[in-house]
């Protein structure tokens, strides 16, 4: 079977260049694309030059299927993301993108929708909830009823083929969940929920096997036939996928090799004298001659770049740019379009709370580990201080100790908090920029949801034990102060883990960030150095100490002796001083959440 001699077994509708579609989708033009990037060459070295990745690409995509092929490094997904408005705005030097004849703006989103290639779901949650988070946050609630969004994902489940599997958990690296080819549905699922009209999607057959590839692309080959514009990236499609394709986009270093009907390229080729073998994949084909494997009967001095610009495909594609698009120096936005969200602060607040709950108890390891943690070192510290006793020296010497192994607890236990933004970075990044949710609403759900069942409660259950085993102020109010103040410490710590949770996002570099204040914390605590002896302009350190202060007789005199105050604002200002610290640490993570790149 000769599969470069394709016509007759193209499906009926193909046999013209025409797409039958019952509704025609969005055109989508781009004209003139120049797109840089600097390579970062680190701190010391000198700017380093900018590097052309895309070198004025014109193009028009319509309803169908729109592949973008080319060799690795040839600039398929920088194409795409800058099509699709994904690709930092800074690196445009020219060029613009239009949509049924419009500059692209913030209604672009929401007509639009991006599949990225790595499926960023929520693991612990099943295909039929993951689809349901989207509905819930991307519907306008004045449109659709919980009954209209449950609807809604039934049918995208049925059209999916997701029955089987819809109330399995997506999987995580330790639970076993849906296949890839589920998972790659379940990712096309969430963003058909909105149902966009244009939907670019980057490499969405990589990682998984032929069949399944297969299967993904029949979906959306029939998805395009409902009148939809389908742009997407692949590498190196087989047969039985790249006869789907309606148009096909060539690159190679950045340049157009070829633009115009897929089923019209190999006859393109063969008119440049190129040859395709018996039994050669056409895609295999048109990748060889690329890279100057498959040499031609008919010498040129031209390249393939050149010979494309020379070409009829090209000069129609200008051709209708110059009718359609106007001038091509239209000013080029360095912003980007800015994204507006259909759903409330609060309710939007609910949705990510509740998905933050399930997924804390569907995957409970940290807090179990953070409670038993507490309970052990509570026990531990109350049997190696138990009913201290009250005359000296030993009373002063024990609370000393009690009290620097108490604060070294709050500081260290809470080394895990360190992970809180960065195992999640990506999800957030990518729900964040596909207007799921603010980021206030993100930042303020994941803070309550880890502080409550992670710190807060294992701070209680630990101060209980380790405060009556230790034989501390049997008064209840004592006791509050005592929490208080460890919670306080404990959140303290906490507060700056988030901080370059937030800034970071290797848990090896936030590993060694927190390392530092969490240091500095336990050396200003004024247990290991005498806060009266310290050098002048070094003593207001103790203000970001972990700071821990008894009534007794016996601490009165001791705190005397190591220069503190030990009034009733004495006491407080240690209070004050760490309520400072997690407000200025908490406000600092949300400002760096903020800050985290979204672009490409
Ligand atoms: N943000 C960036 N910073 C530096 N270089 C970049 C950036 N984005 C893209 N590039 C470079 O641009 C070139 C094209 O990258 P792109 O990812 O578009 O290629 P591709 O054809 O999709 O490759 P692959 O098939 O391997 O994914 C590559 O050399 C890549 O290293």
């Not at 897929?262 to 018996?278: P, R, S, T, V």
């Not at 609060?346 to 569907?362: D, G, H, S």
């Amino acid at each position: 079977m000769d599969m470069c001699k394709m016509d007759p077994r193209l499906p009926k509708e193909r046999r013209d260049d025409r797409v039958s579609v019952t509704v025609p989708g969005p055109t989508l033009m781009f004209q003139n694309i120049r797109y840089v990037v600097r390579e970062n060459r680190g701190p010391c070295r000198k700017k380093a030059p900018e590097r052309d990745i895309l070198k004025n690409v014109s193009g028009i995509m319509k309803t169908g299927l729109n592949a973008i092929m080319g060799a690795t490094g040839s600039g398929k997904t920088s194409l795409l993301d800058v099509i699709a408005g994904r690709k930092d705005p800074r690196g445009m030097r020219s060029g613009q993108v239009l949509v049924d004849n419009k500059f692209v703006t913030h209604e672009l989103h929401l007509m639009s929708a991006y599949v990225v290639q790595d499926d960023i779901l929520m693991g612990t949650l099943s295909v039929r909830e993951n689809l349901l988070f989207s509905a819930n946050l991307r519907l306008p609630r004045q449109q659709y009823s919980a009954a209209d969004k449950e609807k809604k994902v039934m049918n995208i489940i049925q059209d999916l083929g997701l029955e089987d599997c819809a109330n399995t958990k997506i999987g995580t690296e330790f639970l076993r969940g849906v296949s890839g080819g589920e998972r790659k549905r379940c990712s096309i699922g969430m963003e058909l929920i909105t149902s966009p009209s244009l939907l670019f999607l980057d490499e969405p057959t990589t990682g998984l096997d032929s069949n399944t590839a297969n299967s993904i692309m029949g979906l959306l080959h029939k998805l395009s036939r409902s009148g939809k514009t389908i742009i997407f990236s692949i590498h190196q499609p087989r047969y039985s996928i790249f006869r789907l394709f309606d148009h096909l986009t060539l690159l190679h270093k950045g340049e157009m090799v070829y633009a115009g009907p897929a089923n019209k390229a190999i006859q393109y080729f063969h008119d440049l004298g190129y040859e395709c073998e018996a039994f050669n994949n056409p895609a295999d084909f048109f990748l060889d001659i690329i890279n100057g494997e498959t040499s031609t009967s008919v010498p040129t001095d031209k390249s393939l770049v050149e010979l494309y610009r020379d070409s009829q495909y090209c000069a129609e594609v200008t051709e209708e740019l110059t009718q359609i698009a106007g001038p091509a120096d239209s000013p080029i936005s360095k912003k980007g379009a800015s994204l507006s969200y259909v759903t409330s602060f609060f309710y939007q607040l609910k949705i990510v709370c509740w998905r933050m709950v399930l997924n804390l108890v569907r995957n409970p390891q940290t807090s179990y580990a953070q409670i038993v943690l507490n309970m052990f070192f509570a026990v531990l510290v109350g049997l190696i201080y138990f009913q201290m006793p009250h005359n000296l020296p030993e009373a002063l010497q024990n609370r000393t100790g009690a009290f620097f192994f108490l604060v070294i607890n709050m500081v260290f236990g809470n080394l895990s908090a360190v992970e809180l933004f960065i195992n999640e970075r990506a999800l957030f990044v990518h729900e964040n920029s596909g207007g799921y949710y603010r980021t206030s609403v993100y930042f303020l759900s994941k803070v309550f949801v880890d502080l409550i069942p992670n710190r807060i409660i294992p701070i209680l259950i630990f101060s209980a034990i380790a405060y009556y085993m230790m034989g501390l102020k049997p008064a209840f109010t004592a006791f509050l102060c005592f929490s208080l103040t460890l919670s306080l410490a404990s959140l303290a710590a906490v507060s700056l883990a988030f901080l370059v949770s937030a800034t970071v996002s290797s848990f090896a570099m936030a590993n060694v960030l927190i390392a530092v204040p969490f240091v500095f914390m336990m050396v200003f605590g004024g247990f290991l150095v005498n806060l009266n002896s310290m050098l002048n302009w070094l003593s207001w350190f103790k203000w970001i100490r972990v700071n821990f202060k008894e009534e007794r007789l016996t601490g009165e005199m001791y705190l005397k002796a190591q220069g503190m105050d030990y009034s009733a604002w004495g006491f407080w200002q240690n209070h004050v001083a760490l309520l400072g610290i997690i407000l200025v640490c908490m406000t600092l993570s949300y400002i760096q959440l903020r800050r985290i790149n979204r672009w490409k």
